[in-house]
């Protein structure tokens, strides 16, 4: 599987699975297949309850610790500097693992200084391979590595064919900081798995729309973290790299850019202060 190298060596697979809003009853049975499927990297998070799920899934898989890069994250309510070291060693608890090979602010919001620098000892001790942030503007995450020790190495952003963050894909590029992408497939939304310019490059190649949108923003140098719940999805997800978008598609691709999120729209101050006030514990 091809790999990306972080700004800190880590290698990280350029594809992964993703498993948010999955159940935790039936997490375990998911990942197991996506493992059995050929998944290297499984993306969790605190918010996500179904860690302790993953955790069992990967030691049902028989693969060897190395071979599996574990993403998790730090969510909102846990960013004062003691309650992040308590909140990954819950994490780490449930997953089962020794250490995580890369650990998310999972939100801009609230005291991400105190988070980070947690974070930042996290890394230093081992218990973390690489460190990084979800969902941060350029502008915020600029100000975060400017006054902190330890450079983010990956930004996991919305990115799909309707919101390309072209933008922050040239300022993470140029401070090699590795872009990741949430919601490849914008949740469905847009009409995407009907859209013409889509289908249209998909029929040439002989893939589906899942395809190319993957092939896309890998590409671009974006790693994806696409999300099923079926085995035959997660097949064809992850063969969507034995093929090349000449220049003619790509730049037909970028012209569906809207600029603007159709999931959330992280100015809405409703929206900051659900976010930034959601309890995923006592």
Same mark, same amino acid.
């Given at each position: 599987?091809?790999?990306?190298?972080?700004?800190?060596?880590?290698?990280?697979?350029?594809?992964?699975?993703?498993?948010?809003?999955?159940?935790?009853?039936?997490?375990?049975?998911?990942?197991?297949?996506?493992?059995?499927?050929?998944?290297?990297?499984?993306?969790?998070?605190?918010?996500?309850?179904?860690?302790?799920?993953?955790?069992?899934?990967?030691?049902?898989?028989?693969? &060897?610790?190395?071979?599996?890069?574990?993403? +998790?994250?730090?969510?909102? #309510?846990?960013? *004062?500097?003691?309650?992040? @070291? %308590?909140?990954?060693?819950?994490?780490?608890?449930?997953?089962?693992?020794?250490?995580?090979?890369?650990?998310?602010?999972?939100?801009?919001?609230?005291?991400?200084?105190?988070?980070?620098?947690?974070?930042?000892?996290?890394?230093?001790?081992?218990?973390?391979?690489?460190?990084?942030?979800?969902?941060?503007?350029?502008?915020?995450?600029?100000?975060?590595?400017?006054?902190?020790?330890? &450079?983010?190495?990956?930004?996991?952003?919305? +990115?799909?064919?309707?919101? #390309?963050?072209? *933008?922050?894909?040239?300022? @993470? %590029?140029?401070?090699?900081?590795?872009?990741?992408?949430?919601?490849?497939?914008?949740?469905?939304?847009?009409?995407?798995?009907?859209?013409?310019?889509?289908?249209?490059?998909?029929?040439?190649?002989?893939?589906?729309?899942?395809?190319?949108?993957?092939?896309?923003?890998?590409?671009?140098?974006?790693?994806?973290?696409?999300?099923?719940?079926?085995?035959?999805?997660?097949?064809?997800?992850?063969?969507?790299?034995?093929?090349?978008? +000449?220049?003619?598609?790509?730049?037909?691709?970028?012209?569906?850019?809207?600029? %603007?999120?159709?999931?959330?729209?992280?100015?809405?101050?409703?929206?900051?202060?659900?976010?930034?006030?959601?309890?995923?514990?006592?």
């Amino acid at each position: 599987m091809k790999e990306v190298r972080l700004n800190n060596g880590v290698m990280m697979p350029s594809i992964g699975f993703g498993v948010f809003q999955i159940p935790p009853q039936e997490t375990e049975r998911i990942v197991t297949e996506a493992l059995e499927t050929g998944y290297r990297m499984i993306d969790t998070a605190a918010s996500y309850f179904n860690e302790e799920q993953v955790g069992a899934a990967i030691r049902r898989s028989g693969l &060897r610790r190395e071979e599996i890069f574990v993403t +998790t994250k730090l969510w909102v #309510q846990d960013y *004062e500097y003691d309650d992040a @070291l %308590r909140a990954f060693d819950r994490s780490a608890r449930l997953l089962d693992l020794d250490y995580v090979d890369l650990y998310l602010l999972h939100k801009p919001y609230d005291n991400y200084y105190a988070a980070w620098r947690a974070a930042e000892r996290l890394y230093r001790e081992g218990r973390i391979r690489a460190v990084g942030v979800t969902s941060f503007s350029s502008e915020r995450l600029q100000d975060l590595f400017l006054h902190n020790e330890v &450079r983010p190495a990956v930004n996991q952003l919305e +990115t799909h064919p309707f919101f #390309q963050q072209q *933008e922050a894909n040239a300022f @993470l %590029r140029s401070e090699g900081i590795q872009h990741e992408a949430w919601a490849p497939f914008a949740e469905g939304q847009c009409g995407i798995w009907h859209n013409s310019v889509l289908n249209d490059i998909a029929r040439r190649h002989g893939k589906t729309v899942g395809n190319v949108v993957l092939r896309w923003l890998n590409q671009r140098g974006i790693v994806v973290i696409p999300k099923t719940v079926r085995r035959e999805r997660m097949i064809e997800n992850l063969n969507s790299f034995d093929f090349t978008l +000449t220049p003619e598609e790509m730049e037909s691709i970028a012209r569906l850019d809207t600029c %603007r999120s159709p999931i959330y729209d992280d100015m809405n101050l409703a929206t900051v202060k659900g976010i930034g006030t959601y309890r995923i514990h006592e």
